[in-house]
Structures are given as C-alpha cells and as structure tokens.
C-alpha cells in the first residue's frame, strides 16, 4: 500500500513541476518578446521558442520513462528523434544565417524557409524531439525485444 502512495506522490510532484515548468516558460518568452520588440531583433524569441518545446519535450519523458537504465531504441533514435531535432533546429539556423547575411541564394529564394516557419511556428516538433530523445535512450517499452 506504501508503494502506491509513493506512485502517486511521485505523479503529483511531476504534474507541480510541469506547472512551475509552464509559469518560467511564460514569464520567460514574454520578457524574450518584450526585448525583442524594443530591439526590433526576432532571433532571441526563434530560439527560445526552440528551446522551451525542447525543455518541455524532455519534461514529458520523465513521466514515460519506467526503468532508468540506458538502453538504446535505435529506431526511435534514428527515425524521430533524430530527424525530429534537425527539423526543430532547421528554422532557426535558417534564420540566423539570413539575419547575418550568410544564407545562400537558393535557399533564400526557395519557399524552404517558409515552409519550415509554418512547421516551427507549431512547436511540436521540438517537444517530440526531446521526448523521443529520452525515449531512445531509455527504452521505455518493456518487454519487447528490440531489433
């Protein structure tokens, strides 16, 4: 029966912590976009809202993970998380480097750029690559055999 409670306990301090997690990601981003309306520099608020899915996406694993132990799901590294990182951090390079000048031709002219904002502007990918990052390296589906 002690062991129950400690599962609940645990459930509850989690869900705290998600709170407190949401209330400094809301105060953070705000003061980012209030500086960068007095600078008239958007970079900062990119790559906070970058980092903050990233942050909330590792968050969410915590909960998911059951056994601690380092166990590689290859396939959920090489076919989400990773592709899910490169894709979260695509805009925000894109757009640092066309702040800076340094975006080729191509790239600028190409409807990539957009069509990446339009993806990023969801901020889902971030939180399903610090999600699925945790997730492959902690294997959280027990017994099942791993290829």
Known sequence: MKNNWVS???KLI???GLVALAIIAFNLDNHIQQSA???FNLLPVIWTKLVISIIFGLYISLILVKKWSFKLNFSL???VAIPCLILSFA???LASLSLGGHLPEILESSSISFELQKIFSMNVVGI????????SLF????GKVED
């Open 91 to 93: 805009f925000p390079i």
């Open 128 to 135: 399903i690559a610090g999600l699925s990052l945790i997730l």
């Open 8 to 10: 609940y306990l645990l």
């Open 139 to 142: 294997n959280a589906q027990s």
């Open 77 to 79: 590294l090489l076919c």
């Open 14 to 16: 989690w869900f705290i």
């Open 37 to 39: 309306s007095e600078t």
